[in-house]
């Protein structure tokens, strides 16, 4: 959920997770939600953060009607209703996401590395023709 790639899930991107759970909330039942986690202040949650909403839940911290408890109900699994091979997909599907998103990362990486290369063969190229030159305009 985190659409900006920037470590941290913001208002907006809280607001389409919610959604896409099937438990939108009101704008400003999102900045409750986020300002109860919120230990840094930032308006913002980071991964920390957002563990702690599990933690909680677990612990019996969060409010009834909170988005948060909500959050957390909606993205567990109950072994006794799904069943150990409804856990067995679920954690199957979080693992095959999780190493398509590190195939998509290798990919980029890759990319990135092949452009450097590209670079750096220009930069020689450069040099070397640079270096050529000179011996004939001497």
Do not use: C, W
Not at 44 to 73: C, M, N, Q, V
Not at 93 to 104: G, M
């Amino acid at each position: 959920y985190d659409s900006g790639r920037d470590g941290y899930i913001d208002l907006m991107e809280l607001k389409l997770m919610m959604e896409k759970l099937g438990a939108p909330q009101t704008h400003l039942g999102l900045k409750n939600m986020i300002k109860e986690v919120d230990e840094d202040f930032d308006g913002k949650l980071s991964f920390r953060e957002f563990l702690l909403i599990f933690h909680k839940a677990a612990a019996g911290e969060l409010e009834e009607d909170s988005g948060l408890l909500t959050l957390a109900k909606l993205s567990e699994i109950d072994v006794s209703i799904e069943g150990v091979k409804g856990a067995k997909s679920f954690f199957e599907a979080k693992v095959q996401a999780l190493s398509s998103a590190s195939k998509f990362e290798a990919e980029i990486k890759a990319e990135q590395d092949e452009r450097k290369r590209e670079e750096e063969e220009r930069k020689h190229r450069r040099a070397a023709f640079r270096e050529l030159k000179s011996a004939f305009t001497q």
